[in-house]
């Protein structure tokens, strides 16, 4: 920074000296030659008039005593003409127009400079790229102790706690080491100072998405919240979309996985991690292909029930909306095993649902291959799909599938003990 400022105060001298240097030779020489030029141009005077008195006295126009009063008279004249206090007033007035402009040249100069330098220069962008030398420098004396590093690198931005890149870093280093939830504060703090730079924070709340992806394992509520603000102000923002495809993987939605990531390699082809995506869409569309061949087959000879879920009222208060929503049928002889499952949000309740062989968990465990079932709603407080002290289920059994067919409303309206 001291270079920067230096360099500055170098080409402001080199400006003034372009400008001021011809404008003291000007002042130098009107201030040496002034007066001979006024002494020079009053004698010519003289000796003009001088030659026409002596003229006149010759041709009688006027007497000797008048041609001496005359000569004594001209005299004078010159005499005063040559004292100092004698130059003319424009001869003043230029001087001093160029004296105010030097005073202007070198008081403005630096002046102009600075303010168009606030105006339309980034000093605080230099900033923060010498700030990032200097750290970069500080995080290489740690050597490879992660712990030295977050601590120069916390220290550094207790020094300058606005700069951007340097939450950026400490965000990205957290998330490497899986501290996912110190994470999820530095590109927060991340965010805050991009917004009020007037930049788009996009990117930054997409990050947070993905650090509380990976620090709860699932779309929750945070999730959701945080990449609604990123693709708010970005809807192709890189992050978001991929946290939005591995939820849909994982909940075997898998052409809208392989759309969802097929968007981030097409918006970035040089992406780093962009033959990694390509392999992900790949296998996601075959999936996907598998997947749709199977449903007519399965859809075809087997059997059906048609649900209503909703969430009781009582019950309403204990969940969130990001949590997830089980619902499956399963034999009503005792047997765990679910014969059909589908997989919700509580945001989405109250959901009309269709149970049916295409969602069988295997071959040999199909809807259709049982007479009686009961069918669960289940909110998973963990997202686990085994049930677990806290959550919230509803339970509607036994049902003959071969006479049931008007759709079954299923209240979750218990918690499990």
């Not at 201030?31 to 010519?44: E, I, K, P």
């Not at 004396?141 to 992660?146: H, R, T």
Request: hydrophobic letters at 45%; charged letters at 20%.
């Amino acid at each position: 920074m001291t270079v920067f400022w230096l360099a500055i105060v170098l080409l402001a001298v080199l400006a003034i000296a372009i400008i001021a240097f011809p404008l003291l030779s000007i002042l130098k020489s009107g201030s040496q030659g002034a007066g001979a030029r006024c002494d020079t141009a009053n004698v010519a005077l003289f000796e003009d008039r001088l030659t026409e008195l002596r003229a006149e006295l010759q041709a009688g126009l006027i007497s000797d005593a008048e041609f001496h009063d005359l000569h004594i008279e001209l005299e004078k004249s010159l005499l005063n003409d040559a004292e100092p206090g004698a130059q003319s007033m424009a001869y003043r007035s230029s001087r001093l127009r160029q004296i105010l402009i030097l005073v202007l040249v070198v008081v403005g100069v630096p002046a102009a400079a600075l303010l168009m330098y606030h105006q339309f220069g980034d000093y605080k962008g230099l900033r923060q790229v010498e700030w990032m030398k200097e750290t970069r420098l500080q995080l290489a004396l740690a050597g490879n102790d992660p712990e030295e590093i977050l601590r120069r690198l916390r220290d550094r931005l207790l020094e300058q706690p606005e700069n951007i890149e340097g939450w950026a870093l400490l965000g990205r280093s957290l998330m490497t080491m899986q501290r996912y939830v110190e994470a999820e504060e530095a590109f927060r703090r991340l965010a805050e100072l991009l917004t009020a730079e007037g930049e788009n924070p996009a990117g930054a709340h997409g990050l947070r998405a993905q650090a509380l992806f990976f620090k709860e394992g699932r779309l929750s509520a945070p999730v959701r919240a945080a990449l609604e603000q990123a693709l708010k102000t970005d809807p192709n923002e890189g992050s978001s979309l991929s946290i939005l495809g591995v939820a849909a993987f994982q909940e075997q939605r898998y052409a809208e996985a392989a759309k969802f990531w097929r968007r981030i390699v097409e918006l970035n082809p040089n992406d780093p991690n962009a033959a990694a995506i390509r392999n992900g869409v790949a296998r996601a569309e075959q999936l996907a292909a598998e997947q749709e061949a199977q449903q007519p087959a399965q859809a075809a000879g087997g059997a059906s029930l048609q649900l209503q879920v909703s969430l009781g009222e009582s019950l309403s208060a204990k969940a969130e909306p990001g949590d997830t929503v089980f619902i499956l049928a399963r034999p009503a002889d005792g047997t765990r095993m679910p014969l059909a499952v589908v997989r919700k949000t509580v945001s989405e309740l109250p959901v009309s649902v269709t149970l049916d062989d295409s969602m069988a968990m295997g071959p040999m465990a199909k809807l259709s291959s049982a007479e009686t079932v009961e069918v669960v709603a289940r909110v998973s407080k963990s997202g686990s799909p085994q049930p677990q002290p806290g959550d919230l289920q509803g339970v509607v059994g036994p049902i003959e599938l071969r006479t049931q067919s008007e759709p079954l409303d299923l209240v979750i309206d218990q918690q499990v003990q």
